[in-house]
């Protein structure tokens, strides 16, 4: 499956951004998405994801209530919706693909098999 993430910006602190990611090519029936981000001279770190049925979230500690991720499978989409924009969010948005039945959203990199190219998203203060 080919990932294509959209939606970054600058903002300043305290706004909002909505990043969308579009899934196309052989899309499998049941597979879970999920956010991750990268800051300069940093690792990749996980943000948010939702199972196959958008019915379970999971959200990094240090973007809960703030950063809301859903899901269209009718149009092969996930958003994340970051609301209270901080500084520290800035970084590079990747999203990311892995097929699963279940219900369960995980959190490790090494479980997703396609990722998009990532997006930019500027915080200033």
């Known amino acids: 499956v080919q990932l294509q993430a959209c939606g970054g910006g600058s903002v300043q602190a305290g706004g909002c951004l909505r990043l969308?990611?579009?899934?196309?090519?052989?899309?499998?029936?049941?597979?879970?998405m999920a956010w991750f981000r990268q800051a300069p001279g940093k690792e990749r770190d996980f943000v948010g994801g939702?199972?196959?049925?958008?019915?379970?979230?999971l959200y990094a500690d240090s973007v809960k209530g703030r950063f809301t991720i859903s899901r269209d499978n009718a149009k092969d989409t996930v958003s994340l919706q970051m609301n209270n924009l901080k500084p520290d969010d800035t970084a590079k948005y990747y999203c990311?693909?892995?097929?699963?039945?279940?219900?369960?959203?995980?959190?490790?990199?090494?479980?997703?098999?396609?990722w998009g190219q990532g997006t930019e998203v500027t915080v200033s203060s």
């Open positions: 939702i199972s196959w049925s958008g019915g379970t979230t």
């Open positions: 969308s990611c579009v899934a196309s090519g052989r899309t499998q029936p049941r597979y879970a």
């Open positions: 990311a693909a892995r097929y699963s039945a279940s219900e369960t959203v995980v959190g490790r990199e090494k479980n997703y098999s396609s």
